[in-house]
Nanobody, 115 residues
Framework: QVQLVESGGGLVQAGGSLRLSCAASGTIFSINVMGWYRQAPGMRRELVADITWGGVTNYANFVKGRFTISRDNAKNTMYLQMNRLKPEDTDVYYC?????????WGQGNQVTVSS
């Protein structure tokens, strides 16, 4: 069983930066893809960015050029570097891990960007 623990959220002024972390623990076999999703109240959870086992990254258009997804395999940790943050980036961000045929979610952490 795999658990994902997120950290790094908080309050930041527009134009600032945050770095989200997602640490995986438990029995991990083959990681197919890891990603970050966001969900605002009343909205569907949507992809922010993900990265495959082969290192291929994918970004939503609304974060492209501002956010960078990365991973540290030795630490089983994934990161989302969030730069030039905008108030509309305010959301709860969730870590997602696809390991083999199974999918795991982090607990979510709040990112709030003030104007």
């Amino acid at each position: 069983q795999v658990q994902l623990v997120e950290s790094g959220g908080g309050l930041v002024q527009a134009g600032g930066s945050l770095r989200l972390s997602c640490a995986a623990s438990g029995t991990i076999f083959s990681i197919n893809v890891m990603g970050w999703y966001r969900q605002a109240p009343g909205m569907r959870r949507e992809l922010v960015a993900d990265i495959t086992w082969g290192g291929v990254t994918n970004y939503a258009n609304f974060v492209k050029g501002r956010f960078t997804i990365s991973r540290d395999n030795a630490k089983n940790t994934m990161y989302l570097q969030m730069n030039r943050l905008k108030p509309e980036d305010t959301d709860v961000y969730y870590c997602r891990l696809a390991c083999g045929s199974q999918v795991y979610w982090g607990q979510g952490n709040q990112v709030t960007v003030s104007s």
